[in-house]
């Protein structure tokens, strides 16, 4: 397996822009986590799903980010409108099942100008 | 929901010492907490893990130590190399709840090993 596969590497958008970052998990992993990584902030986890079904997304900073995951190979992370202040790395990561080694993709540099 | 606080945020040895970074976490349901590494650019990746019905566990120059009274778990970096210069991350998850399987990151430590 290649791993977690994230895309874009990185992106430039206008404020405002709508913004959709992509996540292919390992194959048989039940878990996909997406998280947010500041200098100020850390790894902030903003939802994760079991089994393709959101569990908790009370890390969404706000109404402007919305996350799918409609088959267990792809999730989207979306930011619509996108601000300055969303700029930040995201990462998408997968486990197996709950409380084993998550791994983590390559990452998404964001920026928003 | 979780909260994790590590300390301290920075921390500079010389190559050759030892380096203990500590975690707090405050749900007592959490159960599982895993260390990672990220080097500049690049992804976390986990280096040890401890579960919490063990109390130490050790790989090579890696230790972890878990006290699940006070909540809290520390890493322990023996015989520091340059190499080992990198942000790292403490973690802790539960697999009770409502929120089962989630897995909350401390914000990190910038470990730099000064030859």
């Known amino acids: 397996d290649a791993g977690v596969i994230q895309s874009p590497r990185h992106e430039v958008t206008e404020m405002g822009q709508e913004v959709t970052l992509r996540c292919k998990p390992i194959?048989?992993?039940?878990?996909l986590f997406w998280y947010r990584q500041t200098m100020m902030r850390g790894l902030e986890l903003l939802i994760y799903f079991n089994n393709n079904v959101p569990i908790d997304d009370s890390g969404m900073p706000e109404d402007r980010f919305s996350a799918k995951m409609p088959n267990a190979s792809f999730s989207t992370l979306k930011i619509q409108p996108s601000e300055p202040r969303d700029s930040a790395v995201y990462f998408c990561?997968?486990?197996?099942?709950?409380?084993?080694?998550?791994?983590f993709g390559q990452g998404t540099r964001l920026t928003v100008v | 929901g979780e909260n994790v606080e590590q300390h301290p945020s920075t921390l500079s040895v010389q190559e050759g010492d030892s380096a203990v970074i500590k975690c707090t976490y405050s749900?007592?349901?959490?159960?599982?907490f895993p260390w990672y590494k990220q080097e500049l650019g690049k992804r976390p990746q986990l280096i040890i893990d401890i579960r919490s019905n063990v109390g130490e566990k050790k790989d090579q120059r890696i230790a972890v130590t878990l006290n699940k009274t006070a909540k809290h778990f520390s890493l322990h970096i023996t015989e520091t190399q340059p190499e080992d210069s990198a942000v790292y991350f403490c973690a802790a998850s539960s697999n009770y709840g409502g929120s089962q399987g989630n897995l909350i990151f401390g914000k990190g430590t910038k470990l730099s090993v000064k030859p």
């Open positions: 194959s048989g992993h039940d878990y």
């Open positions: 990561a997968s486990s197996w099942t709950m409380n084993t080694e998550a791994f």
């Open positions: 749900d007592s349901a959490s159960n599982y």
